[in-house]
């Protein structure tokens, strides 16, 4: 709905640049324009960043491959996955709090980390659902982790936690950071 006013808004503000003669020259017509040019690309992004569809639509695979993907679009280095071929049947809040897991985890590497690539894998593993994410940065101080400040990896805590899961936050062997997720077995399907 707010997309829709503000396209119309864009619309209105054409026509009445026409209607009072003004050129696409005047610049005070094309700052508005511009500004509702990047609102609307804010609002189609917070949209997507609120309830990405294609978790609806393709999954969470396919939600992950284009996190990734895009990250490593805006930040410039590679983040490879590594994501089962049959994809876990996961409860809607699973799934959701998952891709905000990776999502969160991806913007403190952007943030902090400092890294030249990213891996993200997603496995079943002893009856648990395992989400990792490893980057080759600059690593974590202890004391990072525990600094009050620190509302990502609270939030991240706050999601693993809600779902009767664990999360460890630590240093990588080869250097940087390595974030892991376990949740339950009773979210993940039974081993076949």
């Given at each position: 709905?707010?997309?829709?006013?503000?396209?119309?808004?864009?619309?209105?503000?054409?026509?009445?640049?026409?209607?009072?003669?003004l050129g696409h020259d005047d610049t005070r017509v094309a700052g508005m324009q511009a500004m509702l040019?990047?609102?609307?690309?804010?609002?189609?992004?917070?949209?997507?960043?609120?309830?990405?569809?294609?978790?609806?639509?393709?999954?969470?695979?396919?939600?992950?491959?284009?996190?990734?993907?895009?990250?490593?679009?805006?930040?410039?280095?590679?983040?490879?996955?590594?994501?089962?071929?049959?994809?876990?049947?996961?409860?809607?809040?699973?799934?959701?709090?998952?891709?905000?897991?990776?999502?969160?985890?991806?913007?403190?590497?952007?943030?902090?980390?400092?890294?030249?690539?990213?891996?993200?894998?997603?496995?079943?593993?002893?009856?648990?659902?395992?989400?990792?994410?490893?980057?080759?940065?600059?690593?974590?101080?202890?004391q990072a982790l525990q600094r009050a400040g620190s509302f990502g990896l609270m939030g991240l805590r706050?999601?693993?936690?809600?779902?009767?899961?664990?999360?460890?936050?630590?240093?990588?062997?080869?250097?940087?950071?390595?974030?892991?997720?376990?949740?339950?077995?009773?979210?993940?399907?039974?081993?076949?």
């Amino acid at each position: 709905e707010l997309g829709q006013r503000l396209t119309a808004l864009k619309i209105d503000l054409a026509t009445l640049a026409a209607q009072a003669q003004l050129g696409h020259d005047d610049t005070r017509v094309a700052g508005m324009q511009a500004m509702l040019d990047d609102t609307l690309a804010s609002v189609r992004r917070i949209a997507s960043d609120l309830r990405p569809l294609m978790l609806d639509d393709l999954g969470l695979n396919a939600a992950i491959e284009w996190l990734a993907r895009d990250t490593s679009r805006r930040i410039g280095i590679p983040v490879h996955t590594r994501l089962p071929l049959v994809e876990p049947a996961l409860d809607k809040r699973v799934t959701i709090a998952l891709y905000r897991m990776v999502q969160e985890a991806l913007t403190n590497v952007a943030r902090h980390a400092q890294a030249r690539s990213v891996e993200i894998t997603l496995q079943v593993q002893d009856r648990q659902l395992v989400l990792t994410v490893a980057d080759d940065g600059i690593g974590v101080a202890k004391q990072a982790l525990q600094r009050a400040g620190s509302f990502g990896l609270m939030g991240l805590r706050e999601r693993a936690h809600g779902l009767g899961g664990t999360i460890d936050v630590g240093v990588r062997r080869g250097g940087g950071t390595k974030l892991t997720v376990r949740l339950p077995s009773h979210f993940a399907p039974a081993a076949e």
